[in-house]
């Protein structure tokens, strides 16, 4: 259970395997989307979202998901924005096929867009918002130094990204949590290893500042997450 934290660990998650089985990826979805609502993973996003929408309910608020999985973080949004009468159109894209399936079946009664593609090459134009949620860890430096330069450019106002803290605490919580739950073997690999891949404040300081977004805000939320937040 104890492993070295002190550089980002370059190994593998399980559900990165394009030819992991479908009935495992979904169980690992609905594990993941417990999880997020479990330890309060949706209302960080939500909160970066309020930031930047303000009290404009004047327009209809494009807000795209990149990496969007099962799409359980469009659903709160969803859910969020109807309560509070905030008109939006909500796009999710994923490169795996089988969560955009997923998606699409979990999401009949919600008025979402679903897109299976690279998501360098079919983010909507009028997009104003962009997020992703527990994506950015996935990804090597120089992937993730691109995809911060896309969100900077296509994201009319601003973005918005949830992402974990790479963090003892952390790393052990998670081991022990998905082990009493008795997670599927999807979760219990993947969800400590996420946090052994995830970062420290200077690295998304260091990070977000060759993007040449420092002016973003970086906070620190509970439980053991970073939000960062982009505004032009």
Same mark, same amino acid.
């Given at each position: 259970?104890?492993?070295?934290?002190?550089?980002?660990?370059?190994?593998?998650?399980?559900?990165?395997?394009?030819?992991?089985?479908?009935?495992?990826?979904?169980?690992?979805?609905?594990?993941?989307?417990?999880?997020?609502?479990?330890?309060?993973?949706?209302?960080?996003?939500?909160?970066?979202?309020?930031?930047?929408?303000?009290?404009?309910?004047?327009?209809?608020?494009?807000?795209?998901?990149?990496?969007?999985?099962?799409?359980?973080?469009?659903?709160?949004?969803?859910?969020?924005?109807?309560?509070?009468?905030?008109?939006?159109?909500?796009?999710?894209?994923?490169?795996?096929?089988?969560?955009?399936?997923?998606?699409?079946?979990?999401?009949?009664?919600?008025?979402?867009?679903?897109?299976?593609?690279?998501?360098?090459?079919?983010?909507? @134009?009028?997009?104003?918002?962009? *997020? #992703?949620? +527990?994506?950015? $860890?996935?990804?090597?430096?120089? /992937?993730?130094?691109? &995809?911060?330069?896309?969100?900077?450019?296509? @994201?009319?106002?601003?973005?918005? *990204? #949830?992402? +974990?803290?790479? $963090?003892?605490?952390?790393?052990? /919580?998670?081991?022990? &949590?998905?082990?009493?739950?008795?997670?599927?073997?999807?979760?219990?690999?993947?969800?400590?290893?996420?946090?052994?891949?995830?970062?420290?404040?200077?690295?998304?300081?260091?990070?977000?500042?060759?993007?040449?977004?420092?002016?973003?805000?970086?906070?620190?939320?509970?439980?053991?997450?970073?939000?960062?937040?982009?505004?032009?």
């Amino acid at each position: 259970m104890i492993r070295s934290l002190k550089q980002r660990v370059d190994e593998p998650e399980l559900l990165d395997d394009p030819g992991i089985p479908e009935g495992e990826l979904i169980d690992n979805l609905k594990e993941l989307e417990w999880i997020n609502r479990l330890l309060g993973g949706h209302a960080i996003t939500i909160s970066g979202l309020k930031g930047l929408i303000g009290g404009d309910r004047s327009r209809t608020w494009t807000i795209t998901d990149l990496g969007c999985g099962g799409g359980d973080t469009l659903r709160a949004i969803s859910h969020w924005a109807g309560k509070h009468q905030i008109p939006v159109r909500l796009v999710g894209i994923d490169l795996n096929p089988a969560c955009i399936r997923y998606a699409q079946r979990a999401s009949q009664s919600y008025n979402i867009e679903w897109i299976c593609a690279d998501f360098r090459e079919a983010i909507p @134009a009028d997009t104003d918002i962009l *997020i #992703n949620s +527990l994506f950015c $860890h996935h990804l090597d430096d120089s /992937s993730l130094k691109e &995809l911060l330069l896309l969100m900077k450019n296509k @994201a009319r106002r601003g973005f918005v *990204i #949830n992402d +974990l803290q790479r $963090h003892q605490v952390a790393f052990a /919580s998670i081991w022990i &949590l998905t082990r009493l739950l008795n997670g599927s073997r999807l979760v219990r690999h993947d969800a400590p290893l996420s946090v052994a891949r995830s970062f420290h404040r200077h690295e998304w300081l260091t990070r977000l500042s060759e993007a040449g977004l420092a002016s973003s805000r970086l906070s620190w939320r509970w439980a053991f997450r970073w939000q960062v937040v982009y505004e032009k």
